[in-house]
């Protein structure tokens, strides 16, 4: 490597580095874009060392960039917002910008599970010999005079609550998790989840409480079934990313997914939260159907409009839902 042709390509961003890294010393002196600035050029000094060491040791110069990415290191280490603005940026602009980034993977897997959910519970509907072959006559009748309608009720509210939850967060931590399968777990959980809905439906619509079945559905279904949906999309774009990386390396691409996947996995575990005291509180309240059903209605709605109104705002703002740049390593791209 020319040692000489390497320094005059990055002289400038080094002197350019050391001149944030003195002003940083004084405080309040440093705008928000000049703390980007910082680590972006901190992470380039690094990668700067890295190949000097490897290639060139020119001990001089050695010295200098290990100093340099050395006090680099302390200005971005001491630099991080305090915990509550981390959280408010979290949930006002990373999570939002994800899940609308991967909108188009979700809304296919709500239409494809709810077109599923919908056959089979036509199918179960309108065949007796099948709602027979399924399950035994005593079992259908349990299901549909009492065990359906006893499952939002036989517990404390606040127990069934946690237990609600838990039991979300594993389905979606499934769908999540099955896109390192390729997608093929991810694929497996949506159509068993679409499968007892679509059964559960399909007996109770026979049954003739089909209302009785879409009051007690609708007011936690809406919400649970998006944040499972979300979950989905997000693991098959993940298994996705495994067969077709696109113009990224396929290491970059799938450290780039797979941490925009862990950011789905934390807010969605608040959303879950949500809708799992829906289902607590709400859902077997003695409120009106209707009542029941527009809090369920209201709150999706809410949801949705959060997702689409902050996170179309932050991805034109160039927010992916990565995490942030001080957090992913010290190694940046540069041109020989």
Do not use: C
Not at 16 to 37: G, K, M, Y
Request: aromatic letters at 8%; glycine letters at 10%.
């Amino acid at each position: 490597m020319d040692i000489d042709a390497f320094v005059a390509a990055h002289r400038s961003e080094w002197n350019r580095l050391e001149h944030l890294v003195r002003r940083a010393a004084r405080p309040r002196r440093l705008a928000d874009t000049e703390v980007a600035e910082i680590v972006t050029l901190y992470q380039r000094a690094a990668t700067h060392l890295s190949i000097v060491q490897t290639r060139s040791p020119d001990p001089q110069l050695v010295g200098r960039l290990s100093r340099l990415v050395a006090q680099s290191r302390s200005v971005v280490a001491g630099s991080h917002a305090p915990a509550w603005r981390q959280l408010v940026t979290f949930f006002t602009t990373t999570f939002p910008a994800v899940v609308y980034r991967t909108r188009g993977w979700w809304i296919g897997a709500a239409v494809g599970s709810l077109l599923v959910a919908l056959a089979l519970g036509i199918w179960i509907d309108t065949h007796p010999g099948v709602q027979r072959s399924l399950l035994p006559p005593e079992e259908v009748r349990q299901l549909v005079n009492s065990r359906f309608s006893n499952y939002y009720r036989e517990h404390p509210a606040h127990d069934f609550a946690a237990q609600v939850w838990t039991n979300n967060v594993w389905v979606s931590a499934q769908v999540l998790v099955g896109g390192l399968t390729l997608g093929l777990l991810t694929l497996w959980a949506l159509y068993a989840n679409a499968a007892n809905l679509g059964v559960a439906g399909g007996y109770m619509v026979a049954a003739g409480k089909g209302g009785e079945f879409f009051g007690l559905i609708t007011p936690h279904g809406l919400l649970e079934l998006t944040a499972v949906f979300i979950a989905a999309g997000a693991g098959l774009r993940l298994g996705w990313t495994i067969v077709d990386p696109g113009p990224r390396s396929r290491p970059q691409a799938l450290a780039e997914e797979g941490r925009s996947t862990v950011t789905i996995a934390l807010g969605l575990i608040v959303v879950l939260a949500v809708s799992g005291a829906i289902e607590a509180f709400v859902t077997p309240s003695p409120l009106p159907t209707w009542l029941r059903v527009g809090i369920g209605a209201v709150v999706e709605l809410a949801f949705l409009t959060y997702i689409v109104v902050l996170g179309r705002r932050a991805v034109r703002a160039g927010e992916t839902g990565d995490l942030d740049v001080t957090l992913r390593g010290d190694v940046a791209p540069v041109a020989g």
